[in-house]
């Protein structure tokens, strides 16, 4: 009986080895679909950097020619006119990006609640490429306070931190990311609006 389920044991085939994928870490799609994303200039620069065997194999001449050898010579000319589009539409759209990140206003507002309580409300960080919820978490290690991401009624999300911090935050923001230029970011003081129902 033991002799029967080694002979069985051995007859069975190997289990397969999980296949190990590379992401690219610019798009997140694997390297051989950044074409499809809209940061093929990027992609190409990470994956240079990071995997050069496979950027070889993917970017080099005669793999980028090797497609267009069985197409007819029209197909040819059709093919070389769309990749020259969606280079330039790439290259548009990253320079829409740029402009977009340099003009995006960073806004600190001192909000007051009560009496003497206070609260600050940072909007705006997204626009450079930050997760607000990752900024919140800093910001409410670094000055021991309460920090969540709220939505706003004109539909985006800001940042609000317990306490007037409004000077703290300024500076902890320039100081820590580069990415946000200092002209970028204003300080506003905004008091709450007072109930208009008095005695009848």
Known sequence: MAEASNASADSAPAESQARNVIYCGVCTLPPEYCEFGGTVKKCEEWLRANHADMHTRIYSEEALAAPLTAL?????????KDSQKKQAKAEAAEARLHEKKKSAKVLIKRVERSKRKYVTAVSGLEAHGLELKKVAKELGKKFAT?????????????????????DEIYDWITGTYEDVPE???ECIEDKKKKGSGGPA
């Open 72 to 80: 007819s010579l029209s197909a040819q000319k059709r093919a070389e």
């Open 183 to 185: 002209d970028n970011i």
């Open 146 to 166: 309460g920090s969540s991401v709220t939505k706003v009624a004109s539909g985006g999300e800001e940042i609000v931190v317990q306490g007037d911090l409004s």
